[in-house]
Nanobody
Framework: QVQLVESGGDSVQAGGSLTLSCRTS????????LAWFRQAPGKEREAVAT???????AYADSVKGRFTISKDNSRNTLYLEMNNLRSEDTALYYC???????????????????WGQGTQVTVSS
């Protein structure tokens, strides 16, 4: 059974930094995409960043240059380094997994079949 557990959410001031982690377990897929999504109060969930098994990445325009997605295969952990945080980054952040061939990292929510419970990031101005 695939499990995704996020951690690292916190309350920070605008301009600050945070790194989120997502520990994955229960799958041994060779090909996959992993991604971070977020959902702000009253808004739909949106893609933030994604990475495939080859290390190719893709980002939402709103976070390009500020956020970095990475993974440590030896620790089965996905990361999201967030810098220069803004109040509009406040949201519940989820990690997600898309098993299977994923040559092009996907930012499409419906492509992902496994989800974590989320970790809260609050940015105050």
């Amino acid at each position: 059974q695939v499990q995704l557990v996020e951690s690292g959410g916190d309350s920070v001031q605008a301009g600050g930094s945070l790194t989120l982690s997502c520990r994955t377990s229960g799958y041994t897929y060779v090909n996959y995409c992993l991604a971070w999504f977020r959902q702000a109060p009253g808004k739909e969930r949106e893609a933030v960043a994604t990475i495939n098994n080859d290390g190719r990445t893709a980002y939402a325009d709103s976070v390009k240059g500020r956020f970095t997605i990475s993974k440590d295969n030896s620790r089965n952990t996905l990361y999201l380094e967030m810098n220069n945080l803004r109040s509009e980054d406040t949201a519940l952040y989820y990690c997600a997994a898309k098993p299977g061939i994923c040559w092009i990292p996907s930012l499409v929510e419906s492509d992902y079949s496994h989800w974590g419970q989320g970790t809260q990031v609050t940015v105050s101005s």
